[in-house]
Protein backbone atom coordinates (compact mmCIF):
# COMPACT_ATOMS: atom_id res chain seq x y z
CA UNK A 1 0.00 0.00 0.00
CA UNK A 2 1.63 2.87 -1.23
CA UNK A 3 1.78 5.57 2.08
CA UNK A 4 3.66 8.93 2.80
CA UNK A 5 4.33 9.67 6.22
CA UNK A 6 5.35 13.16 7.50
CA UNK A 7 7.16 13.99 10.56
CA UNK A 8 9.80 16.34 12.27
CA UNK A 9 6.72 19.14 12.55
CA UNK A 10 6.34 21.14 15.79
CA UNK A 11 6.27 25.04 17.34
CA UNK A 12 9.54 26.68 16.72
CA UNK A 13 10.15 30.32 17.53
CA UNK A 14 10.21 33.44 14.84
CA UNK A 15 13.75 33.02 13.20
CA UNK A 16 14.08 29.63 13.97
CA UNK A 17 14.34 26.45 11.71
CA UNK A 18 12.36 22.93 11.20
CA UNK A 19 13.32 20.11 9.12
CA UNK A 20 10.51 18.24 7.89
CA UNK A 21 10.73 14.38 6.64
CA UNK A 22 8.82 12.35 4.58
CA UNK A 23 8.93 8.59 4.23
CA UNK A 24 7.63 6.40 1.88
CA UNK A 25 6.60 3.28 2.30
CA UNK A 26 4.83 0.41 -0.31
CA UNK A 27 6.69 1.76 -3.45
CA UNK A 28 10.30 3.57 -4.30
CA UNK A 29 10.07 7.46 -4.40
CA UNK A 30 13.03 7.66 -6.95
CA UNK A 31 11.29 7.28 -10.13
CA UNK A 32 8.57 10.25 -8.64
CA UNK A 33 8.32 13.95 -8.67
CA UNK A 34 7.96 14.65 -4.60
CA UNK A 35 6.22 18.17 -3.41
CA UNK A 36 5.86 19.97 -0.21
CA UNK A 37 2.39 22.01 -0.04
CA UNK A 38 1.17 23.78 2.98
CA UNK A 39 -2.36 24.99 3.96
CA UNK A 40 -2.50 28.01 6.79
CA UNK A 41 -5.31 28.48 8.72
CA UNK A 42 -8.81 29.58 6.97
CA UNK A 43 -6.39 29.23 3.08
CA UNK A 44 -6.33 27.08 0.33
CA UNK A 45 -3.47 24.72 0.28
CA UNK A 46 -0.19 26.18 -1.86
CA UNK A 47 2.28 24.30 -3.43
CA UNK A 48 5.56 25.65 -1.77
CA UNK A 49 8.39 23.23 -3.41
CA UNK A 50 9.32 20.14 -5.52
CA UNK A 51 11.62 18.23 -6.61
CA UNK A 52 12.05 15.68 -9.58
CA UNK A 53 13.00 12.16 -9.75
CA UNK A 54 17.02 12.64 -10.39
CA UNK A 55 16.84 15.62 -8.24
CA UNK A 56 18.12 18.07 -10.77
CA UNK A 57 15.27 19.58 -10.86
CA UNK A 58 13.56 21.84 -7.86
CA UNK A 59 11.19 24.63 -8.12
CA UNK A 60 9.91 27.05 -4.68
CA UNK A 61 7.01 29.35 -4.47
CA UNK A 62 8.01 32.87 -4.28
CA UNK A 63 6.59 32.88 -0.27
CA UNK A 64 9.99 30.35 0.67
CA UNK A 65 12.46 31.04 -1.49
CA UNK A 66 16.14 31.45 0.18
CA UNK A 67 14.84 30.23 3.30
CA UNK A 68 13.57 26.80 2.34
CA UNK A 69 15.35 23.67 0.90
CA UNK A 70 13.99 20.70 -0.72
CA UNK A 71 16.66 17.50 -0.81
CA UNK A 72 15.86 13.97 -1.55
CA UNK A 73 17.23 10.38 -0.87
CA UNK A 74 16.43 7.65 -2.82
CA UNK A 75 18.14 4.74 -1.01
CA UNK A 76 16.71 6.27 2.38
CA UNK A 77 13.04 6.96 0.33
CA UNK A 78 12.84 9.88 1.92
CA UNK A 79 12.20 13.23 1.30
CA UNK A 80 13.54 16.86 2.79
CA UNK A 81 12.00 20.16 3.84
CA UNK A 82 14.54 22.40 5.76
CA UNK A 83 13.12 25.97 6.85
CA UNK A 84 15.19 28.48 7.69
CA UNK A 85 14.36 32.01 8.88
CA UNK A 86 10.40 30.42 9.97
CA UNK A 87 8.04 33.48 10.03
CA UNK A 88 4.44 33.04 11.77
CA UNK A 89 2.87 33.39 8.32
CA UNK A 90 4.74 29.90 7.60
CA UNK A 91 2.51 28.55 11.07
CA UNK A 92 0.42 25.42 8.62
CA UNK A 93 -0.02 21.74 7.90
CA UNK A 94 2.60 20.42 5.74
CA UNK A 95 1.94 17.62 2.99
CA UNK A 96 4.21 15.93 1.33
CA UNK A 97 3.20 14.67 -1.96
CA UNK A 98 4.56 11.85 -4.93
CA UNK A 99 4.00 12.54 -8.84
CA UNK A 100 3.87 9.84 -11.04
CA UNK A 101 5.84 12.26 -13.71
CA UNK A 102 9.24 11.89 -11.99
CA UNK A 103 10.34 14.77 -14.58
CA UNK A 104 8.14 17.49 -13.71
CA UNK A 105 8.63 20.25 -10.85
CA UNK A 106 4.88 21.44 -10.67
CA UNK A 107 3.36 23.34 -7.59
CA UNK A 108 0.02 22.57 -8.95
CA UNK A 109 -2.25 19.93 -6.28
CA UNK A 110 -3.89 18.02 -9.40
CA UNK A 111 -0.26 17.21 -10.80
CA UNK A 112 0.21 14.89 -7.58
CA UNK A 113 -1.03 11.01 -7.81
CA UNK A 114 0.14 10.70 -3.61
CA UNK A 115 -0.34 12.68 -0.43
CA UNK A 116 0.64 12.27 2.96
CA UNK A 117 -1.36 13.25 6.06
CA UNK A 118 0.05 15.63 7.14
CA UNK A 119 2.41 17.25 10.00
CA UNK A 120 1.68 20.57 12.01
CA UNK A 121 3.97 23.67 11.86
CA UNK A 122 3.39 26.19 14.30
CA UNK A 123 6.03 29.85 14.50
CA UNK A 124 4.73 32.03 17.39
CA UNK A 125 6.80 33.43 20.19
Known amino acids: QFQLVESGGGLVQPGGSLRLSCAASGFSLGSYSMGWFRRAPGKEREGISCISASGLSINYAESVKGRFTISRDNAKNTVYLQMNSLKPEDTAVYYC??????????????????WGQGTQVTVSS
Open 97 to 114: AADEEGWGISLKEFEYNY
